[in-house]
T-cell receptor, first 116, second 117 residues
Framework: DSGVTQTPKHLITATGQRVTLRCSPR?????VYWYQQSLDQGLQFLIQ???????AKGNILERFSAQQFPDLHSELNLSSLELGDSALYFC???????????????FGSGTRLTVV | AQSVAQPEDQVNVAEGNPLTVKCTYS??????LFWYVQYPNRGLQFLLK??????LVKGSYGFEAEFNKSQTSFHLKKPSALVSDSALYFC???????????????FGKGTKLSVKP
C-alpha cells in the first residue's frame, strides 16, 4: 500500500455520462497530481493542486475539472464522456520541501475508466 | 519546455545479463530526474532520483542510474537482470526537486522491459 488511495478501482460508464474519481493523498502530503495513462498517449499530466489551490495545468480537457478539499483529498470530475476518455487515471501526492525531495512522488493504484 | 525521451519501446534481456534502459532529457536549468517502475495493473513505484551530487545514483531493487550532463542522459542500469524485473519503466523530469507547489513530473513514453529466463 503506497498510502495514496484511489476510488473506485474500476468504472464502466456510457458515453455522455459524468463520473467522479476520488483520491486521498498520503498523510502529510500537500500536493495532489492527476495523470491520465492511455496506450497511445502514455502518461499525461492533467492538473496539480497544492494545499487546496490549483497550481499547474497540463493537457486537461475543458470537460474535465478537479478540486482539492480542505481535508486534502481531491476529486477529478469527467463529464460528457467519450470513448476516447477510456484510460487509467492516476493520482499522485508529494510532501513539501525536503521531505518531498527525499521520497519523490507517491502514486495510487489508479482508476480504470471504461467508456462504452 | 521540459521533455523526456525514451528511445526504446521495448528492451529484451536474458536473466543474469546486465540491462540498460535509456532516457534523454531536455530542460532549461537544473534537471531533476526520476525513474519509476509500473507492474501490470499497478500504480507507479519510485525507483530512484537525481537531484544533485554524485552522477551515479543507486535506487531500489539493485537499480542504478547514471546522470550525464554533457549527453543529457539518465540511463537506468542493473548489473544482473531478474525475470521479476519485467515491467514498464518510466523516466521523468521535474522542474522542482521538491514536488511541492512548483512542479509536476513530465514522463517519457515508457519502456517495456522483458527479462527472459
Amino acid at each position: 500500500d503506497s498510502g495514496v488511495t484511489q476510488t473506485p478501482k474500476h468504472l464502466i460508464t456510457a458515453t455522455g455520462q459524468r463520473v467522479t474519481l476520488r483520491c486521498s493523498p498520503r498523510s502529510g502530503d500537500l500536493s495532489v497530481y492527476w495523470y491520465q495513462q492511455s496506450l497511445d498517449q502514455g502518461l499525461q499530466f492533467l492538473i496539480q493542486y497544492y494545499n487546496g489551490e490549483e497550481r499547474a495545468k497540463g493537457n486537461i480537457l475543458e470537460r474535465f475539472s478537479a478540486q482539492q478539499f480542505p481535508d486534502l483529498h481531491s476529486e477529478l470530475n469527467l463529464s460528457s464522456l467519450e470513448l476516447g476518455d477510456s484510460a487509467l487515471y492516476f493520482c499522485a501526492s508529494s510532501a513539501p520541501g525536503t521531505i518531498g525531495a527525499q521520497y519523490g512522488y507517491t502514486f495510487g493504484s489508479g482508476t480504470r475508466l471504461t467508456v462504452v | 519546455a521540459q521533455s523526456v525521451a525514451q528511445p526504446e519501446d521495448q528492451v529484451n534481456v536474458a536473466e543474469g545479463n546486465p540491462l540498460t534502459v535509456k532516457c534523454t532529457y531536455s530542460v532549461s536549468g537544473n534537471p531533476y530526474l526520476f525513474w519509476y517502475v509500473q507492474y501490470p495493473n499497478r500504480g507507479l513505484q519510485f525507483l530512484l532520483k537525481y537531484i544533485t551530487g554524485d552522477n551515479l545514483v543507486k535506487g531500489s531493487y539493485g537499480f542504478e542510474a547514471e546522470f550525464n550532463k554533457s549527453q543529457t542522459s539518465f540511463h537506468l542500469k542493473k548489473p544482473s537482470a531478474l525475470v521479476s524485473d519485467s515491467a514498464l519503466y518510466f523516466c521523468a523530469v521535474s522542474p522542482s526537486p521538491y514536488g511541492g507547489s512548483q512542479g509536476n513530473l513530465i514522463f517519457g513514453k515508457g519502456t517495456k522491459l522483458s527479462v527472459k529466463p
